[in-house]
């Protein structure tokens, strides 16, 4: 089992950027494939990135390409959202997720194949 906790949301212009970090507890984080989703106010949740267990495999949706980066690190048991280039409709509430077969799976953009979340954090972009 893991518990996720993020960090680092607030509010930004547009253009701007922030840096998400979501902590896990436990020893296993490793053998955790993680995800980032976001859900703005009557929205679904939605796919924004994801990482491998060991970091060598990545995914985004492709309305956060080339703009944001996750990165993890195993020893710290943190996962990272880097976002630049930040616009108005990025505004939500940003959650980490964890699961151990979604990257195998190929079912990374799915919130129903995580099985933990954290409690989530504000990103807020002023135009």
Do not use: H
Not at 29 to 58: C, H, L, N
Not at 88 to 109: G, L
Request: proline share 2%.
């Amino acid at each position: 089992q893991v518990q996720l906790v993020e960090s680092g949301g607030g509010l930004v212009q547009a253009g701007g950027s922030l840096s998400l970090s979501c902590a896990a507890s436990g020893r296993t984080f490793s053998t955790y494939d993680m995800g980032w989703f976001r859900q703005a106010p009557g929205k679904e949740r939605e796919f924004v990135a994801a990482i491998s267990r060991s970091g060598d495999s990545t995914y985004y949706a492709d309305s956060v390409k080339g703009r944001f980066t996750i990165s993890r690190d195993n020893v710290k048991n943190t996962v990272y959202l880097q976002m630049n280039s930040l616009k108005p409709e990025d505004t939500a509430v940003y959650y980490c997720a964890a699961d151990r077969w979604v990257m195998r799976r190929a079912t990374m953009v799915r919130p129903s194949e995580y099985n933990y979340w954290g409690q989530g954090t504000q990103v807020t972009v002023s135009s």
